[in-house]
C-alpha cells in the first residue's frame, strides 16, 4: 500500500511541477538500489512504476487534450521553457552591473505579458509557437556561446543556494532584502554542507535528502532561480543543518 501511495504522490508531483517530480524519481531510485535485487523488492518496483504511470498518463492525457483545444498543440506539461530559457540565457546577462534592472528589462522584452512581446506573440502564431522561437533562438546562442552559457550555469547554481538581495527584490516590495538574502545564504550554503557530510557519514535520511535536493538543483541552473522556484529546497536544507547541532 505505501507504495503504491508513493508512486501516486510522485505522478501528481510530476505533473504539477516535473523538476521536483524528477527529484522525487531519484529518491526512490536511490531507495531501491539501497535495498538490494531480489523478488519482494521487484515486485514493490513494479508496484511503484504502475502506481506512477498509469495516474500520470492520465493526467498527461487530460491535460494535452485541454490544452489542444485551447491551444492548438498538445502540450504535455508546460509551454514556457523556452521563454524562461530565453529570459536566462543571453549576452545582457553577463554584461550588465544591475542585475536586476538586467533582469527585468529582458523580462519586459520578450514576456507576453508586456505589449511589445505580446505583439510579437502573436505574430509568431500563439504561445506555443512563440515560447518555441525563444528556445530555439537561445538554444542557437549557447551553441556559439558554450563558455557564456556555462558562467551563467555556475551563477545560476550558486544563485539557488546562495540568493542575491536583487532577487527578493525583483517582485514585491524589496523590503529586508538583504537580510533575506543573507538567511537564505546561511541556510542554503550550510545546508548543502550538512548534506554532503553526513551523506559521506553514510547518514540514509541526508542520502535520500540530496538525492532530492541535487537533481532539482541541476535541472534548474538552465534558468534565472527566484524564489518562488527554490523555496521548496529550503525547508530540507534548514532541517539538515538543524540536524548537525
Not at 33 to 40: H, P, T, V, Y
Not at 128 to 148: N, R
Not at 172 to 185: C, Y
Request: aromatic share 14%.
Amino acid at each position: 500500500g505505501g507504495v503504491v501511495f508513493v508512486g501516486i504522490i510522485s505522478a501528481f508531483t510530476l505533473f504539477v511541477n516535473p523538476l521536483l517530480g524528477v527529484s522525487c524519481l531519484a529518491v526512490v531510485a536511490i531507495l531501491f538500489l539501497s535495498r538490494g535485487w531480489n523478488a519482494k523488492n521487484a515486485k514493490c518496483a513494479l508496484a511503484f512504476g504502475l502506481s506512477w504511470a498509469v495516474p500520470l498518463t492520465f493526467l498527461l492525457g487530460i491535460w494535452a487534450h485541454r490544452n489542444y483545444v485551447e491551444l492548438g498543440s498538445a502540450v504535455l506539461l508546460r509551454s514556457n521553457a523556452g521563454l524562461e530559457l530565453a529570459l536566462a540565457n543571453h549576452q545582457g546577462a553577463l554584461e550588465g552591473n544591475d542585475p536586476s534592472k538586467v533582469f527585468l528589462d529582458r523580462l519586459r522584452e520578450i514576456d507576453p505579458v508586456y505589449d511589445g512581446a505580446f505583439d510579437a506573440m502573436k505574430a509568431a502564431g500563439g504561445e506555443v509557437q512563440y515560447f518555441h522561437m525563444l528556445g530555439e533562438e537561445t538554444k542557437a546562442w549557447i551553441t556559439t556561446h558554450p563558455i557564456a552559457f556555462t558562467k551563467l550555469l555556475f551563477r545560476h547554481l550558486r544563485e539557488q543556494f546562495a540568493p542575491e538581495p536583487w532577487q527578493f527584490a525583483v517582485f514585491g516590495s524589496g523590503k529586508l532584502s538583504g537580510a533575506k538574502s543573507a538567511i537564505a545564504s546561511i541556510v542554503g550554503v550550510g545546508g548543502l554542507a550538512s548534506l554532503l557530510w553526513l551523506s559521506w557519514k553514510r547518514n540514509k535520511p541526508a542520502i535520500y535528502c540530496l538525492a532530492f535536493v541535487v537533481p532539482c538543483a541541476l535541472l534548474t541552473s538552465p534558468f534565472q532561480p527566484v524564489p518562488r522556484y527554490t523555496y521548496l529546497l529550503y525547508p530540507i536544507l534548514l532541517f539538515s543543518m538543524a540536524s548537525l547541532w
